[in-house]
């Protein structure tokens, strides 16, 4: 099917979408129409050859992108990115612009380099983050789900589950050493007392009960 103006044609036919070349390829695509109206035969094959060559680097370049994964740089700027914005939710398509790629290589790309899907590995970095704060801080569960990015504790609870395989209650329990007791402060051994102090203080329970 032939288009008479670039306004008519699909830009999804031609891979372009939201694509950075867009404005390269509908002005490339108006100078063929032009040319076709005025009868100017050679002008619009010359613009019609640059609109091919522009289309087959590009899709040269997002190719080897894809295969590969993104660039190092690509990598750094969006895991820097989600870092900075755990609390909140974030769209695909705002990940994408970070870049710049379409939304669909994007995904594709980021699958290939963090073996997740965008979603997922956001996820797990609040996981990551929420884990820091059980370790580091006395804060409760509640308010460690809102500081790391989740709705609730009931999210964090669910996704800590389904992923690590144990409550965060549980984990932190288990993981909450001597060493991050004496480096959070005497502010935390109030509620977290020593393992110690603990036996201690069912032993005299106990007793008193005798």
């Not at 899907?117 to 804060?139: D, G, K």
Request: with cysteine; charged share 25%; aromatic share 6%.
């Amino acid at each position: 099917m032939f288009y008479a103006r670039s306004d008519d044609l699909p830009r999804t036919a031609i891979g372009l979408g939201s694509h950075p070349i867009c404005a390269q390829a509908t002005g490339l695509l108006d100078e063929v129409r032009e040319a076709i109206e005025r009868n100017q035969t050679d002008g619009a094959r010359a613009a019609a050859a640059r609109l091919v060559t522009l289309l087959a680097q590009t899709s040269k370049t997002e190719g080897t992108t894809v295969r590969g994964g993104l660039a190092p740089w690509q990598r750094r700027k969006i895991e820097r990115y989600l870092k900075e914005q755990l609390e909140r939710p974030v769209q695909i398509e705002e990940l994408a612009r970070q870049i710049p790629l379409s939304v669909s290589h994007f995904c594709r790309a980021f699958k290939e380099t963090f073996a997740d899907t965008p979603h997922a590995y956001l996820i797990r970095l609040r996981l990551e983050a929420a884990q820091t704060l059980m370790l580091e801080t006395a804060e409760p569960l509640s308010q460690i789900a809102l500081a790391s990015g989740f709705s609730d504790q009931a999210h964090l609870s669910k996704q800590f589950r389904r992923v690590v395989g144990e409550t965060p209650s549980a984990w932190r329990r288990n993981h909450l050493t001597e060493a991050h007791i004496e480096a959070s402060g005497s502010a935390d051994l109030t509620v977290w007392p020593r393992q110690a102090g603990r036996r201690e203080h069912t032993r005299s329970f106990e007793e008193q009960r005798a």
